[in-house]
Structure formats: structure tokens, C-alpha cells
């Protein structure tokens, strides 16, 4: 048994839609998980929806979910009805990626006011928060885990940080994020090369980090590791076994 | 309750000894999940005795070690109570991974000696078997795995190729592997280096595998590793819950 309420974040610039799954039973104040969705999906995509209902409906664990800026209610005018390749397609993958990484203090300041509006709307642990967020949600995540101390613990991956690159901001991100890291790497990803994804991982603070590697491309994540990102999460949040 | 068997293998140029863990209840033909121990260890070294009663205890599988070539009672008298450091100080490393190297024939036909013996002496599932192997473990097990068709998932990792080794018979037994593999990796193993182990993933022809890389040295393998690694066994092979 799940909840689901939606929730409007007021920010300067335009409300954020936010979707909150919640545990159907009323066992106390569970664990918060932010759940950030990738470049061309929204809070409510399928494997949205899927992961927000397994947290809530079989780990004992709140799960948070917002429309990313430029993303779902946020799309832009002229973009929307495109399908996510075609977007990439329509802009080029590079002026695509800019504009999700000029993005990034925006999706910083939306996720901790969505942390604000959920704890008012439910009754939620958020001293210790989980993150799972891929590709885009690992290219917000990582800043996010980096400026926000309430992040206890993340799933991160399906992405990358070319070595010419080790003295951005991002980079500077990923070496501040300490918490315990599962990360997740697709062997043949056609949108972030091997070796970026391996530079990114090796940067990483965190002394508890762990990395599954599997073949495959950018969307062909094995579900056993949906489970293991689950398992992970619940075993540094607790919440209730089912 | 596991039951513990010891066993003698008659080969050629000397027995070979071998104990069997078994789990206690007579339920049927476990699954046999063959135990190859690392380099300067030997059948009954503790880590090796904790996994097969961890394997027969709870999971249902009866685990099989041998004394490797040069290994355990077949260590040269010379080397008899010395530490594995010490041995591979005294020989030198390129000396000690050159005479393991060439001991693979001979720990190929001891294995396969050695399952027959234990097929022989308890009830025992051998259509379908697990390895489990890291280091010299893999130094043998993957080409057991390449040569034995009743190997039907491995456990391996802790070891490398070097790029310029692509052609090595070594190298063309790891893309005969087409059975699962979990394949472990230390980021910081001061044994192998980094770029090798992965040129080694890289080249298994499986289709289904899966690399957790975790950070530390040769010997530092997180403990929630080897709890994957008797799950990825058991969903392989079957095996009664505990």
C-alpha cells in the first residue's frame, strides 16, 4: 500500500511540481529518498514511478520526486511533445548538456525547498537523506550531496567526467561528496565513455564507495541492480523490512 | 550444522588432498560450488573455511578445496612455514606468479580429479557447478571455467592481464568464459594494477557480468562482497534458503 501526494514547490521563477510517495502504513517518521530523474524524463516517468513505489510500498521509505528545471512541467514551450532523443537531437548534445549543467544551482535551491514543502506536507525523517539519481540526476546529484549535509547516502552513475575536466566545479563537487556511494556503470554507455565514468568514480571523496559494472548501454541497466540500489539505500536508512 | 569430509585425490605425482563442507540436513543432491584458494593460502586457510560453511551452512551448497599446486601439504619443503609474503619475497614475485602460471594444467586436472572424488563420496549435484576464486583462484579458474562445461557460474577477480598479454592462452581461455561471472576489483590492489584488472573484465566473452569495484587493497575486500557472491552463487545454482 502506497500514498501518493502531489506537492507544489513555490520558487522565485515559477512553482516546481513535486510528487511524494509515502508508506501506507502509519509507522512513524520514515527516511526521505530524493529521487532526481535523467536528461528528457520527469518526476512521474515510469521508472519514476516504479522506484517511488518500491521505496515506499516495500522498504518503508518516503521517496521525493520533482519535475527537474527544463524538464516536465518545466519543459520549454517549443520542446514539448518531443520525445527525450528527439530534444537531444533537435538542440545537439552538447549545447543540451550546457544548458542541463547551467542548470545546476537552480536544481540545488529546487531540491532543498522540495525537502522543506514534503516535511511540512508529511511526517518524514530528513536529518538523514538518501539521493538515487542517474545521469542527469547524477550531474545535479553530485553538487547536491556536495553542498547539502542532510544527504547521508547515494546512487549515483551513468555518467562521467572526461580528465581534462578534473578542475571544475564539478569535479571540485565530486571530491567533497563523502557519504557512502553505490554507483552504478554501464560498460558500453554510448552517451558517457568508459573511461569518464571511471574518472568520476575515482574522484569521488567518499571512503565507503562501491561500483557495479555491467555490459551493456546507456538504458540497459540490469533490474537485479534496481534491487541492490534498494537494498543499499534501506541499509543505510533503515526503515521497515516488509 | 555443516558436515565437514575430508577427501584424497590419487593423481599422478602425488595425492591431493581436498575437504568437502556439506550441509547438515540430508535434503537432497546440493549444488557442489568449487573453492579455489588464493595464492600462498591453502584448502583449510580460515577465510576459505569461513566460505564453506557460510556456503553449506546457510545457502544449501556443499563447497569443495583442494591444496593447490605448491600450495598447503604440496608446499616444497624449502618454503614449508613460511608466510605467503615471505615465499614470494624469497622467489620474487615474477618468479612466483611464472611457476603458479605454469602449474595450470596440473590444477586444471586436479580439479576435475577432484570432483569426480567427491561426486563419489556424498550426494552431490555435479551437472552444474559454482567457482568461486580470487587470485591465483582466478589465475586457475578461468581456465577451468573455459575447459569444464559443468561449470556453470564463477565467482573470480583480484587479478589482471596486461594489455600487451591480449594474445596469451591465458587471455584466450578468458573469452572462452561464457558462464555468469561476479567479478571483484580493489581500486587500489598494490598486487594488480588497476587498468589490468580491467582489460581481464573487459575481455570475459559472458554476456552476464557484473564488476563490484570497491576501494582498498589486494586484501581489503569488503565484507558485504562476500555476502553478494554466496547470493549470486545461490540464484545461479539453487540451493535451499536458511
Do not use: C
Not at 7 to 33: K, N, Q, Y
Not at 77 to 88: F, P, T
Not at 215 to 224: A, I, M, N, T, W
Amino acid at each position: 500500500l502506497v500514498r501518493k501526494v502531489s506537492l507544489t514547490v513555490p520558487r522565485v521563477g515559477g512553482d516546481v511540481p513535486a510528487v511524494l510517495w509515502l508508506p501506507g502504513t502509519e509507522a512513524g517518521a520514515p527516511p526521505l529518498v530524493l529521487l532526481g530523474h535523467g536528461g528528457g524524463m520527469h518526476k512521474e516517468s515510469p521508472f519514476m514511478v516504479r522506484l517511488g513505489e518500491l521505496l515506499a510500498g516495500q522498504s518503508g521509505l518516503a521517496a521525493l520526486a520533482i519535475d527537474l528545471p527544463h524538464h516536465g512541467e518545466r519543459t520549454p514551450a517549443r520542446e514539448v511533445g518531443l520525445s527525450a532523443a528527439e530534444r537531444r537531437r533537435r538542440m545537439g548534445l552538447a549545447a543540451w548538456r550546457a544548458r542541463n549543467d547551467s542548470a545546476t544551482a537552480q536544481a540545488i535551491g529546487d531540491w532543498q525547498a522540495a525537502i522543506d514543502v514534503a516535511a511540512g506536507a508529511a511526517a518524514l525523517a530528513v536529518d538523514r537523506l538518501g539521493y538515487y539519481g542517474l545521469s542527469m540526476g547524477t550531474r545535479f546529484g553530485i553538487p547536491l550531496a556536495a553542498a547539502e549535509p542532510r544527504i547521508a547516502v547515494a546512487v549515483l552513475g551513468l555518467f562521467g567526467l572526461p580528465a581534462q575536466r578534473a578542475g571544475s566545479a564539478f569535479a571540485q563537487a565530486a571530491r567533497r561528496v563523502t557519504v557512502p556511494v553505490l554507483y552504478l556503470l554501464q560498460w558500453d554507455d554510448e552517451l558517457f565513455p568508459r573511461g569518464d565514468g571511471l574518472t568520476l568514480f575515482d574522484l569521488l571523496g567518499s571512503a565507503e564507495k562501491t561500483m557495479h559494472v555491467n555490459p551493456g548501454g546507456h538504458l540497459g541497466v540490469p533490474r537485479e541492480e534496481i534491487r541492490a540500489a534498494v537494498g543499499f539505500l534501506r541499509g543505510h536508512l533503515g526503515g521497515a523490512v516488509s
